[in-house]
């Protein structure tokens, strides 16, 4: 069985640039996973940030972007700001309709 | 503007079957391409996929919960039912359901409802 993997935290200075990640235990991530990120705070719903890869949700910032990065999908924050700490979800499209959330990326914004 | 709801049981007994429903609003199940799915969150855990109803009936469970889980839609009401059997402790979740739109994604999400299974 397939595992999407994240890193399970990430730490980023306010104003600075983080990338996190969404891999495959076996196997490499390309667009064909439609990869969708969602951002989370703690007792809230999560929020879609990205899907197809690279596209923005309605309202979403310019400085979430999407991409892929070698064999995994990619969420890069560009400018952190303190309200960016949460957890991060990608989702990806496995085929068949078959869906998979990764674990997840705790992030702190210090 | 698109909404959606979750309403059940926030309490069920281990072996029980839970029901959850979602009730929508700003879109119709009947339009092409859309769907609602059911998304469950255990307790300081990751999200979980659960499974999706598709607008021409079509429905895809989680493998591993698969014998477990029904979905089913009413769309004169606006209402997605799921169905989950034999209940146990570990079902304990957050479960949310989400309107999914094209390009395999769920674009908005309703608040969830927290279920526990103790007895």
């Known amino acids: 069985q397939t595992v999407v993997t994240q890193e399970p935290s990430f730490s980023v200075s306010p104003g600075g640039t983080v990338t996190l990640t969404c891999g495959l235990s076996?196997?490499?991530?390309?667009?064909?996973?439609?990869p969708s990120w969602y951002q989370q705070t703690p007792g809230q719903a999560p929020r879609t940030l990205i899907h197809?890869?690279?596209t923005r949700s309605s309202g979403v910032p310019d400085r979430f972007s999407g991409s892929i990065l070698g064999n995994k999908a990619a969420l890069t924050i560009t400018g952190a700001q303190a309200d960016d700490e949460s957890d991060y979800y990608c989702?990806?499209?496995?085929?068949?309709?078959?869906?998979?959330f990764g674990g997840g990326t705790k992030l702190t914004v210090l | 503007q698109i909404t959606l709801k979750e309403s059940g049981p926030t309490l069920v007994k281990p072996t029980q079957t839970l029901t959850l429903t979602c009730t929508f609003s700003?879109?119709?199940?009947?339009?092409?391409?859309?769907?609602v799915g059911w998304i469950r969150q255990p307790p300081g855990k990751a999200l979980e996929w659960l499974a999706l109803?598709?607008?021409?009936?079509?429905?895809r469970y989680r493998p591993s919960l698969k014998s477990r889980l029904t979905i089913i839609k009413d769309t004169s009401k606006n209402q997605v039912v799921l169905r989950m059997t034999n209940m146990d402790p570990v079902d304990t979740a957050t479960y949310y359901c989400?309107?999914?739109?094209?390009?395999?994604?769920?674009?908005?999400w309703g608040q969830g409802t927290l279920v526990t299974v103790s007895s």
């Open positions: 989400g309107h999914y739109g094209w390009l395999f994604h769920f674009d908005y």
């Open positions: 989702l990806l499209y496995m085929g068949s309709g078959i869906w998979v």
């Open positions: 197809s890869t690279f």
């Open positions: 109803i598709y607008w021409d009936d079509d429905k």
């Open positions: 700003g879109f119709s199940l009947s339009t092409s391409g859309v769907g």
């Open positions: 076996s196997g490499s991530v390309s667009i064909s996973y439609y």
